[in-house]
């Protein structure tokens, strides 16, 4: 980080407050490699097994499109630079993964895991009728997922972390694409299935996924002093 940029920081925090934080740098720092394989294993594991669900899908375009997000989240947080300022709050280590989890949790039938847990399968597609809106909004909810993962390149993030502050692509118009783009294709997924646990967890996932981009604005803000004066001049502001 600039040398600028840390005294300003640092100048902000008292003494006790950054060694708290500096005792959670270390403690991330060691946990940081196990955690990365947890996690490339976790999301290579659901894009295998999205691959073998292929057959429960009447609509091979929904089934591609669900699982470019599988890949790409997958790509993104392998290609992603090392943070300016690491996660250091309870809620911003454990409520990022929770969120990024959540949606891949839609596709679960979770009554028939509960009875056998080693039976994991998709729920059953209920809302067949309505393709013709399912399919478009997925194909939205992708492509601006797409888009956000692609103009970041090496800022993406799943904890609450600061890296350089994109502004380009379609982060000209969308302050917040990724979150936007989610949770389309959330709400496109809870229609397909279309069960009462569905729609809960989407509630859950679209609380949380707020709660988390609010956590993470402040933590920009910190690094960022430009950060708002961006985000006015956005179109779509979240």
Not at 10 to 39: D, H, M, T
Not at 108 to 124: T, V
Not at 157 to 183: C, D, K, N, Q
Request: hydrophobic share 50%.
């Amino acid at each position: 980080m600039p040398r600028l940029l840390m005294s300003r920081l640092s100048s902000s925090k008292n003494p006790i407050s950054v060694s708290k934080e500096a005792g959670v740098s270390r403690l991330l720092a060691f946990i940081s490699l196990p955690a990365q394989i947890c996690g490339v294993s976790l999301f290579g594991f659901l894009l295998w097994h999205h691959v073998g669900q292929m057959q429960k899908f009447i609509s091979i375009r929904i089934w591609l499109m669900e699982g470019i997000l599988y890949f790409g989240l997958l790509l993104a947080y392998l290609l992603r630079k090392p943070a300016l300022v690491h996660a250091s709050k309870p809620v911003e280590i454990l409520l990022p993964p929770v969120c990024a989890l959540l949606p891949f949790s839609l596709m679960i039938d979770w009554e028939r895991f509960f009875k056998a847990p080693s039976s994991l399968s998709y729920a059953r597609l209920q809302n067949i009728d309505y393709y013709y809106v399912i399919e478009p909004l997925m194909l939205l909810g992708t492509l601006i997922t797409i888009a956000g993962i692609t103009s970041l390149r090496g800022s993406f993030s799943i904890l609450t972390e600061v890296r350089p502050l994109v502004t380009g692509g379609i982060y000209r118009y969308v302050t917040h694409p990724m979150y936007l783009g989610e949770a389309i294709a959330a709400t496109a997924s809870a229609m397909l299935r279309a069960q009462p646990d569905k729609w809960c967890l989407l509630v859950l996932f679209l609380v949380l996924q707020y709660w988390r981009l609010k956590n993470e604005e402040a933590k920009l803000r910190e690094v960022h002093f430009d950060y708002d004066e961006w985000k006015k001049n956005t179109l779509i502001k979240l």
